[in-house]
């Protein structure tokens, strides 16, 4: 993968089902992908390996061949993408700002008393591990 594919990652929602989808199993075939992804909606098997071979030629994606099938496998892993699409949400949307995006979360009721907890225990650590300090 090239440095700026490295430091952008931008899926599609059909592209992110069938990265997880790969991901679930550590390697996958069109089939099985196609199978994975039908438990929602029926997709074609046409449809499948243009987005696999999409995602390949991004370079999220690789495969060999056995026999006369192609076999996928991830080349970035899920904490990578979710970082990298996180990171690039918060400079797009929320100007950088992680305040900005908790405040959303927080007023959209999208988290949990629970999760605050854990999210004040994550800072904690942190902070622990910075010397008593957070990054600013």
Not at 47 to 72: F, I, N, P, S
Not at 111 to 117: A, D
Request: proline residues 2%; charged residues 35%.
């Amino acid at each position: 993968m090239t440095k700026s594919a490295r430091a952008r990652i931008r899926l599609g929602r059909i592209e992110l089902e069938i990265m997880k989808a790969v991901w679930n199993r550590d390697k996958a075939t069109v089939r099985q992908v196609k199978e994975a992804l039908s438990r929602g909606r029926k997709p074609a098997y046409s449809t499948v390996l243009t987005m696999m071979r999409k995602l390949e030629a991004k370079g999220y994606l690789k495969h060999d061949v056995d026999g006369r099938t192609y076999v996928y496998e991830p080349t970035i892993s899920r904490r990578q993408v979710r970082q990298r699409m996180v990171g690039d949400l918060l400079d797009r949307l929320f100007e950088g700002s992680p305040q900005l995006l908790m405040t959303s979360l927080v007023e959209q009721k999208r988290v949990s008393t629970r999760e605050m907890r854990q999210i004040r225990k994550l800072f904690a650590e942190g902070k622990e591990k910075d010397g008593g300090q957070l990054h600013e």
